[in-house]
């Protein structure tokens, strides 16, 4: 718990949402840049852990695949930069005020597992974002209706919160279908 605490510390709550996000979201392998390796370890138990998560509970037809990932120190990158050209590459610190409504959720998220006090925060946050991504194959379905015409917003909105838990969650669900399915 305290590990976790001072990583949302360091690196902030939207940090660690904007590398969870880039995990998500992109398609291709991601090399994250963090300022030491204590944030290097930290970041890819919770990286592992929402990765494998997700690949055990995923259907193997599902379009939604988590990009695979390197953490690497500020201090690694520049020692080696010419090794990483080419590849996404995330600055969680410098990188971390994006504008992004599903970064916006995902911070929020995160905040309430901390607001939580869990023993074990990065299970419970890794879980929580398997349970969120699980579903975006039939909310998928929805938000085609609601690209063609066939439904309006509130319909949508309706349809995908009766999936989630949560509103957060079916907000950020709904932002991510918009990433995914421009």
Request: aromatic fraction near 8%; proline fraction near 4%.
């Amino acid at each position: 718990m305290r590990e976790f605490i001072d990583l949302t510390k360091r690196l902030t709550n939207r940090g660690v949402a904007y590398a969870i996000i880039s995990l998500i979201v992109e398609r291709g392998d991601i090399v994250i840049v963090v300022p030491n390796d204590d944030d290097k370890e930290l970041l890819s138990i919770l990286l592992e852990d929402i990765k494998s998560n997700f690949d055990l509970r995923i259907s193997p037809t599902s379009d939604i695949k988590l990009a695979n990932f390197e953490i690497i120190t500020v201090e690694e990158y520049l020692k080696s930069w010419k090794q990483y050209s080419g590849k996404r590459l995330i600055f969680v610190i410098e990188d971390k005020n994006l504008i992004s409504p599903p970064l916006d959720h995902l911070e929020r998220i995160i905040e309430e597992t901390l607001v939580s006090r869990s023993r074990d925060p990065i299970r419970r946050l890794a879980v929580r974002i398997s349970d969120i991504l699980m579903p975006l194959d039939i909310a998928k379905d929805y938000y085609e209706q609601y690209k063609q015409g066939k439904i309006d917003e509130k319909k949508l909105i309706s349809l995908i919160q009766s999936r989630f838990p949560s509103k957060d969650d079916a907000h950020f669900a709904l932002e991510l279908l918009k990433t995914f399915y421009k």
